[in-house]
């Protein structure tokens, strides 16, 4: 046999692609208040105060409450995710490079709709400043005080959201990683793993925001956050001829505002703790 037969062998690529790893859509979308189709360039979200009950005299008037009306303003931005299929590309390969684009820029718009949530949680005052040591359970007791000590309901629609290295934390801590006293309650988050523990949906994500090695992780509640929507994602596959290519589109406009900062505690804390 020819030595050099090496140089007629065929490459057989598979054609299905291994796409860079990221997170898939939205985590939080469903997980705060959601108003879709806005109008416009901003949305206001209601906020009323408490009532307090009062008693009357006899034949006196009845004792108002004067319950207190706000709003808070959500600024919608747009924002894009395209790239070109070039048509003769197309033809050198063996896999479907224009749904490759597709789930790319549906993927990252989603982590967009995360990355506005976040920042809007970001913002709240109510903070828990502990960032000397990792996710504890006397932080978790902390941060549940502080809801209940301010009449955040307690109505299943409690959610937390933590980091990689604080998940894996909590997976120490035997209530929250024991079957027996958890549970899985959201269909939209089927898929990733989460868990209900003390009446609060916990999610991780790599998103949160880190400095200094000190990582902000939350637990809200779903009404303490809004998110309007002016247009949900959209995708757009067009012949573009000057191109010679097809462009990939997707849209979306958007934007998320913080409603009550009582109702969303931040949690600082130490990335690198050792988990025991």
């Given at each position: 046999m020819?030595?050099?037969?090496?140089?007629a062998f065929v490459t057989m690529y598979m054609d299905e692609v291994h796409e860079a790893y990221q997170q898939r859509g939205s985590k939080l979308r469903n997980s705060v208040r959601l108003k879709e189709k806005v109008v416009g360039a901003t949305c206001k979200f209601q906020k009323v105060g408490k009532g307090t009950a009062g008693q009357k005299t006899?034949?006196?008037n009845v004792p108002l409450m004067n319950v207190a009306h706000s709003t808070v303003t959500a600024a919608l931005a747009d924002w894009y995710g395209a790239d070109y299929c070039d048509a003769l590309d197309e033809l050198k390969t063996n896999i479907d490079e224009r749904a490759v684009v597709a789930n790319a820029g549906a993927f990252a718009l989603g982590r967009k709709i995360d990355e506005i949530i976040i920042a809007a949680m970001d913002a709240t005052s109510t903070a828990l400043d502990l960032d000397a040591t990792g996710l504890t359970k006397g932080k978790i007791a902390s941060a549940l005080e502080m809801l209940n000590t301010a009449d955040v309901p307690d109505d299943?629609?409690?959610?937390?959201?933590?980091?990689?290295?604080q998940w894996e934390e909590l997976m120490s801590i035997e209530e929250f990683s024991s079957s027996d006293f958890v549970g899985q309650k959201f269909p939209w988050l089927t898929g990733t793993e989460s868990r209900v523990w003390r009446g609060v949906t916990w999610m991780f994500h790599s998103g949160l925001p880190e400095a200094g090695g000190v990582r902000k992780c939350f637990v809200y509640h779903k009404n303490a956050l809004g998110l309007a929507e002016g247009q949900d994602l959209k995708c757009h596959i067009d012949w573009v001829p000057e191109k010679a290519a097809h462009l990939i589109d997707h849209c979306i406009s958007a934007g998320a505002v913080l409603i009550d900062p009582t109702g969303c505690v931040e949690i600082a804390c130490d990335d690198e703790a050792e988990i025991v």
């Amino acid at each position: 046999m020819s030595t050099s037969i090496d140089q007629a062998f065929v490459t057989m690529y598979m054609d299905e692609v291994h796409e860079a790893y990221q997170q898939r859509g939205s985590k939080l979308r469903n997980s705060v208040r959601l108003k879709e189709k806005v109008v416009g360039a901003t949305c206001k979200f209601q906020k009323v105060g408490k009532g307090t009950a009062g008693q009357k005299t006899r034949h006196g008037n009845v004792p108002l409450m004067n319950v207190a009306h706000s709003t808070v303003t959500a600024a919608l931005a747009d924002w894009y995710g395209a790239d070109y299929c070039d048509a003769l590309d197309e033809l050198k390969t063996n896999i479907d490079e224009r749904a490759v684009v597709a789930n790319a820029g549906a993927f990252a718009l989603g982590r967009k709709i995360d990355e506005i949530i976040i920042a809007a949680m970001d913002a709240t005052s109510t903070a828990l400043d502990l960032d000397a040591t990792g996710l504890t359970k006397g932080k978790i007791a902390s941060a549940l005080e502080m809801l209940n000590t301010a009449d955040v309901p307690d109505d299943g629609n409690r959610f937390a959201v933590v980091g990689a290295h604080q998940w894996e934390e909590l997976m120490s801590i035997e209530e929250f990683s024991s079957s027996d006293f958890v549970g899985q309650k959201f269909p939209w988050l089927t898929g990733t793993e989460s868990r209900v523990w003390r009446g609060v949906t916990w999610m991780f994500h790599s998103g949160l925001p880190e400095a200094g090695g000190v990582r902000k992780c939350f637990v809200y509640h779903k009404n303490a956050l809004g998110l309007a929507e002016g247009q949900d994602l959209k995708c757009h596959i067009d012949w573009v001829p000057e191109k010679a290519a097809h462009l990939i589109d997707h849209c979306i406009s958007a934007g998320a505002v913080l409603i009550d900062p009582t109702g969303c505690v931040e949690i600082a804390c130490d990335d690198e703790a050792e988990i025991v």
